[in-house]
């Protein structure tokens, strides 16, 4: 733990850190995108589970949804981690013993295994759900979990940020 | 003019008291980035079909699909956004909340202008608004040109030409539709004549 420590503290000597933490509009400009591509991450995201849950979206196929929600997912989500980790260099200590920045941290890895879990084993079955039939259990829980999941994460996100600056 | 306004904003009772509670805020915030994350999605779909990137039903169809999300989630990020201008009025005393109110309004008629023109452009409910990418003729609706399209199934190019123009009468309820420019017009005439025919 002492060693992460250090190594926390070496990364905000960082010259793309300091960068981060010094400049006057830096930290504004790339929390912008940070928010902005969350928003998107979430605004795409959310019709592709509306659509799993049955709640929205059932005149469209599964698949023809996922074509063209999930590459702005993607995009969007590179886009969040990138931005994100660049603010964490700029107070890598101060993150890493923020409670809200730890939750959200722990949303989006636990998202990341909902998103394994879907792909790779519920799926893999689309063909048998993907119009017209109601969709499997295994898929609407996929759903429900990632809405809830990445509205929490916006939220730890904002906490996280009224913790820092309070 | 604005640092005056949020300084006075700000010592309003209900600024206190918004300030008071501490989880108000930031939840505030999130309800506002997530509305504006529906008002972007929406967005996204509904150009998705204008650009063509997904072909699933019409344009028309596909904006009518999305948009009542679209301005449920704007009146609430506008609501949201109201609140915070009283819970947290440090945040717009700079000119970057005063350009976001004016792109805001321009993002307001635009989408309202957006429905409007897709219906005026519409070619008998097939297709509207966006110039095939392919071609080079650019009318401004060409639900013919989809149906001709649709229909070609490997059939030679003239009878594909005359198809265009034996369709595109019935195919429009707008001035606009089936048009085509001069040039377009002149190549295609030419197909649907056949080699050889010469002029």
Request: hydrophobic content about 50%.
């Amino acid at each position: 733990m002492k060693a992460f420590t250090e190594f926390l503290h070496w990364v905000e000597t960082t010259p793309l850190a300091i960068f981060v933490s010094q400049s006057t509009y830096g930290f504004a400009a790339i929390d912008m995108f940070h928010i902005a591509s969350v928003s998107v991450v979430f605004g795409m995201i959310a019709i592709l589970d509306l659509r799993l849950i049955g709640m929205a979206f059932t005149d469209f196929s599964v698949t023809d949804l996922s074509r063209q929600v999930l590459p702005w997912t993607w995009v969007a989500f590179v886009i969040a981690a990138i931005t994100g980790g660049l603010m964490f260099t700029g107070q890598a200590v101060k993150y890493s013993v923020n409670f809200a920045f730890l939750v959200k941290i722990a949303l989006i890895a636990l998202a990341g295994l909902n998103v394994l879990v879907f792909h790779f084993i519920t799926y893999r079955g689309v063909a048998k759900w993907d119009q017209g039939v109601p969709v499997p259990w295994a898929a609407k829980l996929a759903g429900a979990m990632s809405l809830v999941i990445w509205i929490a994460v916006a939220a730890y996100g904002r906490f996280t940020a009224s913790y820092m600056f309070q | 003019m604005m640092a005056e306004l949020s300084q006075w904003v700000g010592s309003l009772p209900i600024s206190l008291a918004m300030r008071r509670i501490t989880w108000l805020i930031p939840m505030l915030q999130t309800l506002h980035i997530l509305s504006i994350g529906i008002v972007l999605s929406s967005v996204v779909m509904i150009d998705l079909r204008i650009w063509r990137a997904s072909r699933s039903g019409t344009a028309i169809a596909r904006s009518e699909r999305f948009m009542p999300w679209m301005w449920t989630a704007l009146a609430v990020a506008t609501l949201t956004g109201i609140a915070l201008m009283f819970g947290a009025p440090r945040s717009w005393r700079d000119g970057a909340f005063v350009a976001k109110l004016y792109l805001m309004v321009a993002a307001t008629i635009a989408t309202v202008a957006l429905p409007i023109m897709l219906r005026r452009n519409d070619c008998g409910g097939k297709d509207a608004g966006v110039p095939p990418s392919s071609s080079g003729l650019r009318p401004w609706c060409y639900g013919s040109a989809q149906r001709l399209r649709d229909a070609d199934d490997g059939s030679p190019a003239h009878l594909a030409g005359e198809r265009f123009f034996s369709l595109s009468p019935q195919a429009g309820r707008g001035e606009r539709c089936g048009q085509m420019p001069g040039r377009a017009l002149h190549s295609a005439r030419k197909m649907s004549a056949g080699p050889g025919s010469g002029d």
